[in-house]
T-cell receptor, first 112, second 113 residues
């Protein structure tokens, strides 16, 4: 069955430290992978995507993600976290049948 | 903010009623997707419309139906409302089907009593 897993409900990190938000997926065929962020009282915003090519993808606000086919993972990373990065992050995958699957979300807390 | 708008913002309906939610896609986008987001969960894919045709459907019953109009705006219709239909309904548009990222509207909060 197709699915996306975000194993951590919450990630806590100090400002200035690197952050990682984990995502693994299960989908038929080559996946299209996405990260979205949801700030309080605001809609989902696109951060970055992986379609093909370089396994390291760079996106908005200094975020990047690494596609690992063997581990079926697409972890979101940032070298130096900001307090303003605190939000809810969703990983998503599109399968070959043009269906989209979102993870349950990871709340990122960046403490000053 | 994206150029995707949704109406109404909030809606309260009674079990068994029918509801229509509306979405205007971002200018130049021909693809619209609808999602249901229950409290504390990720969005669940309902279906996608591309150039007025359904282009993919999630695991939702037939009482969830949709339309896309020639201007690429869209409607989500839900018949025979159930209490579990209470959720935030999100519309997202994209430049085209396929690998393009989606731009989400603010959502319609539906409460079924």
């Amino acid at each position: 069955a197709q699915s996306v897993a975000q194993p951590e409900d919450q990630v806590n990190v100090a400002e200035g430290n690197p952050l990682t938000v984990k995502c693994t997926y299960s989908v038929s065929g080559n996946p299209y992978l996405f990260w979205y962020v949801q700030y309080p009282n605001r809609g989902l915003q696109f951060l970055l995507k992986y379609i093909t090519g370089d396994n390291l993808v760079k996106g908005s606000y200094g975020f990047e993600a690494e596609f690992n086919k063997s581990q079926t993972s697409f972890h979101l990373k940032k070298p130096s976290a900001l307090v303003s990065d605190s939000a809810l992050y969703f990983c998503a995958v599109r399968d070959i049948g043009n269906k989209f699957y979102f993870g349950s979300g990871t709340k990122l807390n960046v403490k000053p | 903010e994206t150029g995707v708008t949704q109406s109404p913002t909030h809606l309260i309906k009674t079990r068994g009623q029918q509801v229509t939610l509306r979405c205007s896609s971002q200018s130049g986008h021909n693809t619209v997707s609808w999602y249901q987001q229950a409290l504390g969960q990720g969005p669940q894919f309902i279906f996608q419309y591309y150039r007025e045709e359904e282009n993919g459907r999630g695991n939702f019953p037939p009482r969830f139906s949709g339309l896309q109009f020639p201007n690429y705006s869209s409607e989500l219709n839900v018949n025979a409302l159930e209490l579990d239909d209470s959720a935030l309904y999100l519309c997202a548009s994209s430049l085209d089907r396929g690998s393009y990222e989606q731009y989400f509207g603010p959502g319609t909060r539906l409460t079924v009593t």
